[in-house]
């Protein structure tokens, strides 16, 4: 009788009949409430971005910030843009939250400069941003609407945007480097990709993967492929940022390896708009050190 059999299945062939683990059936029930949560999220504003500051080593002083997404899920509380970034690119929801990303951090941006900090923000992008095809268009609209310079704006991109190779995608890369974006490759090291895009693609500063600045300060290898990337990159005219940066001890040595930037816990968590503006305004009025 078949449903003798599935029932026999369900207890002695967990590995085969996936359908019937409990825990599967969880998940695959959270993904799909999620995917309708999703769906409404950015109608009922329940996103917002916080702020990482990135220390520039030559100045000493905070130049740039990275903005990065948050989800407040009325039901579920805090939701990690690790676990919905990758539902939303898969279900094409990208394309207006990253947008959305896009506009809110540029109009909370030009904000601190109308309060005389002019810091550059970095947004992260998908690659589906990129293949999208009218990237550079709504980048200029809100660049116009915000009145934010593009010198003001550096997109973070992976490998896997530029491993796409579409035609779409190289192309709204180079029109971005000619309105004066910076490009970012964020989570070097951890790619697939040849190296031979260094060369041809605009980039300008790569980010040390926080998978090898956790080794510091004893991990040999770390450290070796640290120096290497910065070597690279300086080579190559780009600048590096190191992420991750959770103790004095890697700040230390990754200064002394001639890193540009310094991003990380050490320095702060990511925070909001309004404690960014209150520390820059702080340091400002005690000129002290950009540290926060
Ligand atoms: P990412 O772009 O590599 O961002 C850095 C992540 O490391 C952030 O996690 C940040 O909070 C965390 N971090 C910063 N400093 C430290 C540190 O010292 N120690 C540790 N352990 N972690 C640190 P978050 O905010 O959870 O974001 C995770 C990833 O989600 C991001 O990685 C990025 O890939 C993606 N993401 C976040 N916001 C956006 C967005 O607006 N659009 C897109 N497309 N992706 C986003
Ligand atoms: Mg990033
Ligand atoms: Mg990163
Ligand atoms: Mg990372």
Redesign the pocket.
């Known amino acids: 009788h078949a449903d003798t059999a599935m029932y026999h299945a369900k207890y002695l062939g967990r590995d085969n009949i996936q359908f019937y683990s409990p825990s599967l059936t969880h998940q695959a029930m959270r993904r799909l409430n999620m995917e309708t949560a999703l769906r409404r999220a950015l109608e009922a504003q329940e996103f917002y971005l916080v702020y ?1 500051p990135q220390l520039d080593l030559s100045t000493g002083r905070i130049l740039s910030v ?4 948050r989800w407040a899920h009325p039901q579920q509380g805090m939701i ?3 676990e919905f ?1 990758p539902l939303a690119e898969s279900n094409g929801l ?1 394309i207006p939250i ?1 947008e959305w ?1 896009l506009r809110t951090a540029c109009r909370e941006v030009a904000h601190w400069h109308a309060r005389g900090h002019p810091l550059r923000v970095a ?4 690659p589906a941003q990129f293949r999208h095809g009218v990237l550079t268009d709504i980048v200029r609209d809100i660049l116009q609407d915000t009145g934010l310079k593009a010198a003001h704006l550096e997109m ?1 991109i992976t490998e896997s945007t530029l491993m796409d190779e579409s035609a779409t995608t190289l192309q709204t890369l180079r029109e971005l480097h000619e309105m004066g974006l910076k490009i970012s490759l ?2 070097f090291g951890t790619g697939y990709s040849s190296m031979s895009y260094l060369k041809r693609l605009p980039l300008h500063n790569l980010k040390v993967d ?1 998978s090898f600045v956790s080794g510091l300060p004893h991990d040999t290898e770390s450290l070796a492929i640290i120096k290497a990337i910065i070597s690279l990159g300086e080579s190559l005219g780009f600048t590096v940022t190191a ?4 103790t004095l001890a890697q700040a230390e040595i990754l200064k002394q390896q001639s890193c540009h930037a310094l ?4 320095f702060s968590q ?1 925070v909001s708009s309004d404690r960014i503006l209150a520390l820059l305004d702080k340091h400002k009025k005690n000129d002290g050190p950009a540290s926060i």
């Open positions: 990482q990275e903005a990065l997404i990690s843009p690790m970034i990208i990253g990303v947004v992260n992008l998908s973070e964020d989570d926080r992420e991750g940066v959770e991003q990380g816990y050490y990511p």
